[in-house]
């Protein structure tokens, strides 16, 4: 079998990988839990040394990388920089409070002594998608390693040049030999991976229904999970929302990596009496926007992933205008061989279509229309759907109130785009998965948080 890497500007093939049969894998995951065996025997001051010098490679690098990002998956050359220093911080925080995050913490009771510790877990399956093929993986495996853990990293099958990049780096980052290996395989493999002895949990970011095919099979192995998987972000625009600042925010948050993003802007939730004037604000902004090569700093969208997901998206889209949706922006494919969709809206977007009910995963921005607030609040949370969410308000306490106590979310926003920060935990609820990344609560989901008694 093998991997092939494909630019989707031009359709050709950038390189061919050889995939790695079965006893090659079984080897590196061998290798890899040995070397836990000695690493997570560092101190965890030692470890950190270790990630601060990964940090200063991908510093290095940045120009490079991003390169190979816009080649392999279209990611404009700009943001592709933006998500490897991204990677670099999230390195440089763990490096810096990690040893804090997890320092033992004293219990009081009858006991002479009595705390909770926090012990590696093993080695760790990383299931990672294309999107932000570098960043995905460094938020698991900044905290994971730091934790004391070993990782193996399954990435997508379209970005192989991006995966072993990764292991290239922790190599180069002065890491032990194999504590951290890229696993050249497709997906038809999880399952096997999965049930190996030394894999004691899995992570994974993908799709819904991907994520539920390893929750599955992990669970049936009483095997730790954490799930990222879609979203449908609502942004809720109210009545006495500053609407320039609005429409500016949401459609950035819409095209971040050519709309390929889970906790991308997905529906916009408008209060009637404000709806026409923020569609024309939205629209103005989205027109400004540039589609073409991602080497080019001009552009700010680049091509899709894979023709198969443009016409998906496309797909979703004709579907929806056959329903009674308008687009006044954009819809239709590009010629030539390239996997270009270009920024498109739709208006009078209901519920039923596959713009209000399904992930858009592109450059497709739903405008729908809300009677008030509470409607405007009760169609956000009309979803399968809650990684994130953001209100748009000039009332902060009460955008704080919404954001709160009111939407079914595990990331809500005030007058901001949703995005996830090293220092904060990022995860969803329902059908958008469980657990977290980041922060101290990502740092907890893959330790052993043991209790210690001494009478």
């Known amino acids: 079998m093998q991997l092939i890497s494909i630019n989707p500007?031009?359709?050709?093939?950038?390189?061919?990988?050889?995939?790695h049969t079965d006893s090659q894998v079984e080897k590196k995951i061998k290798q890899t839990n040995t070397a836990l065996i000695s690493w997570k025997e560092?101190?965890?001051t030692e470890r950190c040394k270790h990630l601060n010098s990964l940090a200063?490679?991908?510093?290095?690098?940045k120009d490079e990388l991003a390169n190979l990002m816009a080649l392999e998956m279209g990611k404009p050359v700009s943001q592709g920089i933006a998500e490897i220093e991204k990677c670099a911080s999230v390195c440089e925080y763990y490096a810096a409070n990690a040893a804090t995050h997890l320092k033992d913490q004293q219990i009081e009771t009858e006991a002479s002594k009595s705390y909770v510790t926090f012990q590696p877990i093993g080695v760790v399956l990383a299931i990672m998608p294309w999107n932000f093929p570098f960043w995905q993986a460094f938020r698991f495996l900044a905290p994971a390693l730091a934790a004391g853990n070993c990782g193996v990293l399954k990435h997508a099958?379209?970005?192989p040049g991006c995966a072993l990049a990764i292991e290239e780096m922790i190599s180069q980052a002065g890491f032990p030999d194999n504590v951290f290996q890229t696993l050249l395989v497709g997906s038809d493999k999880v399952d096997r991976i999965i049930e190996n002895k030394y894999i004691k949990a899995v992570t994974i970011t993908g799709s819904t229904?991907?994520?539920?095919?390893?929750?599955?099979?992990?669970g049936s192995l009483l095997k730790k999970t954490v799930l990222e998987l879609g979203g449908s972000d609502a942004y809720i625009i109210l009545a006495d929302a500053d609407l320039e600042q609005a429409a500016e925010i949401c459609v950035n948050s819409r095209l971040i990596n050519s709309g390929q993003s889970c906790i991308a802007a997905k529906r916009f939730i408008v209060v009637k009496t404000v709806e026409k004037e923020f569609t024309r604000l939205f629209l103005q902004k989205m027109q400004a926007k540039k589609m073409g090569d991602?080497?080019?700093p001009a552009n700010n969208i680049g091509p899709m992933a894979r023709t198969d997901l443009r016409n998906e998206l496309h797909n979703q889209v004709k579907a929806s205008i056959e329903m009674g949706a308008k687009c006044i922006l954009g819809g239709q494919i590009p010629t030539g061989n390239n996997a270009y969709y270009p920024p498109t809206i739709l208006t009078k977007v209901k519920k039923g279509m596959p713009a209000y009910d399904d992930e858009l995963f592109g450059p497709v921005a739903a405008i729908i229309t809300a009677k008030d607030e509470n409607d405007a609040i009760n169609m956000a949370n009309d979803s399968v759907f809650g990684l994130g969410g953001a209100v748009f308000t000039n009332d902060k306490k009460r955008g704080e109130e919404i954001a709160a106590t009111q939407l079914q979310a595990g990331s809500c926003f005030v007058n901001s785009l949703v995005k996830s920060d090293?220092?904060?935990?990022?995860?969803g609820i329902k059908e958008s998965g469980y657990g977290r990344e980041l922060g101290l609560f990502g740092l907890y989901e893959f330790v052993n948080i043991k209790t210690v008694y001494v009478a």
């Open 9 to 19: 500007v031009n359709g050709k093939i950038i390189k061919k990988y050889k995939a």
């Open 42 to 44: 560092q101190s965890i």
């Open 56 to 61: 200063g490679v991908l510093h290095k690098r």
């Open 157 to 159: 099958s379209n970005v």
């Open 209 to 218: 229904n991907a994520g539920k095919k390893v929750a599955q099979k992990a």
């Open 294 to 296: 991602p080497f080019d």
């Open 422 to 427: 090293p220092r904060l935990p990022f995860g």
